[in-house]
């Protein structure tokens, strides 16, 4: 089953000082604010929230669509996606537009300094849903503001259910704008913070947010996650990680397990659990997606971490 990802492709640019802000910034002077780092180590990794979800999706064997708008610069990242079987037949190249792109700067103390361009993902709204075929199941996850609403009125507008994640698109959106996005979607979900900030804006408790959709899904960290669903809560465990060492895309990777279940009719405990398995996989990794296990593997983490058989 085809699922659609609308959401961001994006180049992360992470870089290291090997000192700590604080013995650098004055405070007394921060109003003439001039620093420069010197960081000898850098990465660049792909990532952006589509990129992530499709890559743990296509791990799982599922059959994921991005839909999204990259800059002219995107050539390694269709080379990327060519080599893992990702089409990229909906993927808008933007001329005279960049990538979208963040530029991490972490010291000794994990303080972070970030800048992040959106670049062509501003023109997200371009990209129209009836233009892709055969989805059943859809996504509108972080991305440029017009598209996501563009984004979640056509994929109601066709009948096709969808999950809203607005993730750190959130405070994009005023209360009346978010309660319109969750009368328009099947599910949605947000990371406990995001979760506080929905209820706070639309004056609504997750009672009555999770009322409005099919289920509501709450991720927290090493606590595990809740889903809201048919007026009971499923308390889902954290499964523990071989190491802690970088959470960059996890939640992206529990959305992915999330979807698996949806599309191949689990129940939600186990949608959940398969959700958290994944968010422990990719955890011990550095980047968004530089994990690798096979489906095998993934069953067999899920074994060991629940006692029983996924597939």
């Given at each position: 089953?085809?699922?659609?990802?609308?959401?961001?492709?994006?180049?992360?640019?992470?870089?290291?000082?090997?000192?700590?802000?604080?013995?650098?910034?004055?405070?007394?002077?921060?109003?003439?604010?001039?620093?420069?780092?010197?960081?000898?180590?850098?990465?660049?990794?792909?990532?952006?929230?589509?990129?992530?979800?499709?890559?743990?999706?296509?791990?799982?064997?599922?059959?994921?669509?991005?839909?999204?708008?990259?800059?002219?610069?995107?050539?390694?990242?269709?080379?990327?996606?060519?080599?893992?079987?990702?089409?990229?037949?909906?993927?808008?190249?933007?001329?005279?537009?960049?990538?979208?792109?963040?530029?991490?700067?972490?010291?000794?103390?994990?303080?972070?300094?970030?800048?992040?361009?959106?670049?062509?993902?501003?023109?997200?709204?371009?990209?129209?849903?009836?233009?892709?075929?055969?989805?059943?199941?859809?996504?509108?996850?972080?991305?440029?503001?017009?598209?996501?609403?563009?984004h979640a009125r056509d994929f109601a507008a066709a009948g096709v259910p969808f999950i809203f994640d607005p993730g750190q698109g959130l405070p994009l959106f005023n209360g009346d704008e978010l309660l319109a996005f969750m009368d328009l979607a099947d599910y949605a979900c947000c990371n406990d913070y995001e979760?506080?900030?929905?209820?706070?804006?639309?004056?609504?408790?997750?009672?009555?947010?999770?009322?409005?959709?099919?289920?509501?899904?709450?991720?927290?960290?090493?606590?595990?996650?809740?889903?809201?669903?048919?007026?009971?809560?499923?308390?889902?465990?954290?499964?523990?990680?071989?190491?802690?060492?970088?959470?960059?895309?996890?939640?992206?990777?529990?959305?992915?397990?999330?979807?698996?279940?949806?599309?191949?009719?689990?129940?939600?405990?186990?949608?959940?659990?398969?959700?958290?398995?994944?968010?422990?996989?990719?955890?011990?990794?550095?980047?968004?997606?530089?994990?690798?296990?096979?489906?095998?593997?993934?069953?067999?983490?899920?074994?060991?971490?629940?006692?029983?058989?996924?597939?």
């Amino acid at each position: 089953m085809t699922t659609l990802i609308c959401g961001s492709l994006a180049f992360d640019n992470i870089m290291v000082f090997a000192d700590r802000f604080k013995n650098h910034i004055l405070p007394e002077q921060i109003h003439i604010l001039n620093v420069s780092f010197l960081v000898p180590d850098m990465r660049r990794e792909y990532g952006g929230c589509a990129g992530n979800i499709a890559y743990n999706l296509k791990l799982l064997g599922g059959e994921p669509l991005i839909m999204a708008t990259v800059g002219d610069d995107a050539g390694p990242y269709f080379e990327r996606l060519d080599r893992f079987g990702i089409s990229r037949a909906h993927i808008r190249q933007v001329p005279g537009t960049f990538t979208a792109q963040a530029f991490i700067t972490t010291d000794l103390d994990d303080n972070q300094i970030t800048a992040f361009h959106p670049g062509a993902m501003s023109f997200s709204h371009l990209n129209r849903i009836e233009e892709a075929a055969g989805v059943r199941l859809g996504i509108v996850a972080p991305d440029g503001r017009e598209g996501m609403v563009q984004h979640a009125r056509d994929f109601a507008a066709a009948g096709v259910p969808f999950i809203f994640d607005p993730g750190q698109g959130l405070p994009l959106f005023n209360g009346d704008e978010l309660l319109a996005f969750m009368d328009l979607a099947d599910y949605a979900c947000c990371n406990d913070y995001e979760a506080r900030l929905l209820a706070d804006r639309t004056g609504r408790s997750l009672a009555e947010l999770a009322s409005a959709v099919r289920a509501l899904i709450v991720t927290r960290g090493g606590e595990g996650s809740d889903i809201y669903a048919n007026g009971v809560v499923h308390r889902i465990p954290c499964v523990t990680a071989d190491a802690i060492i970088d959470p960059t895309g996890c939640g992206d990777a529990y959305r992915a397990g999330l979807i698996h279940g949806i599309v191949n009719g689990l129940d939600w405990p186990a949608s959940g659990r398969l959700a958290s398995v994944m968010g422990a996989i990719k955890i011990a990794h550095r980047g968004g997606q530089n994990h690798a296990p096979s489906r095998d593997e993934i069953a067999a983490r899920y074994q060991q971490a629940f006692g029983s058989s996924l597939w």
